[in-house]
T-cell receptor, first 115, second 112 residues
Framework: DTGVSQDPRHKITKRGQNVTFRCDPI?????LYWYRQTLGQGPEFLTY????????KSRLLSDRFSAERPKGSFSTLEIQRTEQGDSAMYLC?????????????FGPGTRLTVT | AQSVAQPEDQVNVAEGNPLTVKCTYS??????LFWYVQYPNRGLQFLLK??????LVKGSYGFEAEFNKSQTSFHLKKPSALVSDSALYFC??????????FGTGTRLTVIP
């Protein structure tokens, strides 16, 4: 399968703990995006990378959130001191850069539950 | 700011009948519009996009969408609905420079 993959698929954590999610994009895609989706809503943009550079961050991305893409391939999203309001589906997507706007291809998501 | 609206939370249609899922948009500049589908416990799957050119865009699984500039609409259509089309459908607009702004989704149920 050469699609976008995310790990883990589900994460249950206690409030105050730190969590980290991983995303592996489609190999030839150099753009990578993180979105958050809560129940009954569409995905909301969090941040975006072009290769290893983080070029845009949403105001939704508080200072407890940090994302990296160290070698321009996979990416990690870390949430520190989790809160119950962080419970959501975290989606990763990737796309090509040249030309466009190209469609984004999404992974299956990581569902986070903060208890 | 870019935005899209999906006025219907739920659409029910009988199998074999045509279906329409509505989307209206508000953008500054040229609209780049997309439709995605989401099945339970899965990520979003790309269906089709409008960038420029023909107002009728054809996509995956027999879906098509009609871009209407005067009505600022981009409705998703299919001539004959299948039970397997039952899912959550999202309209999205490019939010420059690089991300997507999604609507709240429309749940489509195709009744056998």
């Amino acid at each position: 399968d050469t699609g976008v993959s995310q790990d883990p698929r589900h994460k249950i954590t206690k409030r105050g703990q730190n969590v980290t999610f991983r995303c592996d994009p489609i190999s030839e895609h150099n753009r990578l995006y993180w979105y958050r989706q809560t129940l009954g809503q569409g995905p909301e943009f969090l941040t975006y990378f072009q290769n290893e550079a983080q070029l845009e961050k949403s105001r939704l991305l508080s200072d407890r959130f940090s994302a990296e893409r160290p070698k321009g391939s996979f990416s990690t999203l870390e949430i520190q001191r989790t809160e119950q309001g962080d419970s959501a589906m975290y989606l990763c997507a990737s796309s090509l850069m040249v030309g466009g706007p190209y469609e984004q291809y999404f992974g299956p998501g990581t569902r986070l539950t903060v208890t | 700011a870019q935005s899209v609206a999906q006025p219907e939370d739920q659409v029910n249609v009988a199998e074999g009948n045509p279906l329409t899922v509505k989307c209206t948009y508000s953008v500054s500049g040229n609209p780049y519009l997309f439709w995605y589908v989401q099945y339970p416990n899965r990520g979003l799957q790309f269906l089709l996009k409008y960038i420029t050119g023909d107002n009728l865009v054809k996509g995956s699984y027999g879906f098509e969408a009609e871009f209407n500039k005067s009505q600022t609409s981009f409705h998703l259509k299919k001539p004959s609905a299948l039970v397997s089309d039952s899912a959550l459908y999202f309209c999205a607009v490019r939010d420059p420079p690089n991300n997507l702004f999604f609507g709240t989704g429309t749940r489509l149920t195709v009744i056998p």
